[in-house]
């Protein structure tokens, strides 16, 4: 028997091994998105709208993927699936399935999801990201088509917003203040700041379960006229909200004067009054004699 050339062994040896993974690695770029069965990626998309996301509130993902080989295509489903901001599953914002591309086909895609602050959802980063499953394979995210601008996955951010109304009153008024979108059953800090630049002390106000606030006051007789800004801060998160700036107005000074009784011999009692005065201020009366001496 004539023995082999230990050399020639270990080349055949490394020869089989390469043909394995070779074979290996061609299988799963067929079963996947193969030049041979068509390839399928992101043309256009992913964007978000409104670009930024507010918790508890909806917002629309869309999306193309393009056949660009020239071959057909068959996809048992595409998802599209919500990330945290590490990249992590959240949960399967929409199916479609049974989608099949013929060459050079391009489809759009639209879905209209929401972050569920019921899920624990909260402010912060998150991505979304388009998914596709071709028959007896496992999913697997798509690419982009070179030159087209898209993105996959997408990154988006979720802040809370805050509101009110009025937006502007003199001293006297009721402003209602409002936010939604923060963390669920936490607290939030809100900021306000003076004319002048200064801010008052911080006040931490409870969200509901669905991460919402409601709260009024009404603006004191002294207080300064000038524009007023405030904001919140996530409690759990740190993530602030938009800012909104509203205005106290000069007080309106409408003065007016009365007195009762209206006539009575000496000794008479006569009570005197005004309004629509200067808050806080003072104002000088004057008392005209019978003969328009004062």
């Keep these: 028997m004539k023995q082999k050339n230990p050399a020639q062994v270990t080349c055949f040896s490394y020869s089989k091994l390469y043909c394995f993974f070779f074979v290996l690695l061609f299988g799963c770029f067929i079963g996947r998105n193969s030049f041979a069965a068509g ?3 992101v043309n ?3 964007s978000i709208s409104p670009s930024t996301v507010t918790v508890g509130k909806n917002f629309n993902v869309t999306f193309s993927l393009k056949e660009y080989r020239g071959e057909s295509k068959s996809f048992e489903y595409i998802q599209l699936w919500i990330q945290d901001g590490s990249g992590n599953d959240l949960y399967d914002a929409e199916t479609w399935n049974n ?16 972050l569920d602050p019921a899920w624990g959802r909260k402010p912060g980063s998150y991505r979304a990201v388009v998914r596709g499953k071709v028959a007896g394979d496992t999913p697997f995210n798509f690419g982009i088509v070179s030159g087209s ?4 996955p997408r990154s988006f951010s979720a802040t809370p917003i805050i509101a009110q109304g009025p937006m502007s009153g003199p001293p006297g008024t009721t402003f209602t203040q409002w936010g939604e979108g923060f ?3 936490s607290t ?3 900021h306000f700041k003076k004319p002048d630049g200064s801010e008052y002390d911080p006040q931490s106000l409870g969200m509901d379960g669905s991460g919402h606030f409601e709260t009024s006051y009404t603006a004191p007789a002294d207080k300064e006229p000038g524009q007023y800004t405030w904001w ?11 800012q909104v700036t509203y205005t106290i107005e000069e007080p309106a000074v409408n003065p007016a004067v009365a007195q009762s009784p209206m006539s009575g011999p000496p000794g008479t009692t006569f009570t005197q009054w005004g309004t629509g005065f200067t808050p806080n201020s003072t104002a000088t009366l004057h008392f005209k004699k019978p003969d328009g001496s004062e």
């Design 99 to 114: 989608v099949s591309f013929s060459p050079w086909q391009q489809k759009n895609f639209s879905a209209t999801t929401f």
């Design 188 to 190: 939030a800090i809100l």
């Design 183 to 185: 963390t669920a059953n």
């Design 232 to 242: 919140a801060v996530d409690g759990p998160t740190g993530v602030s909200s938009n």
């Design 39 to 41: 390839w399928v990626d």
């Design 44 to 46: 256009s998309g992913v």
């Design 149 to 152: 601008g898209g993105v996959n």
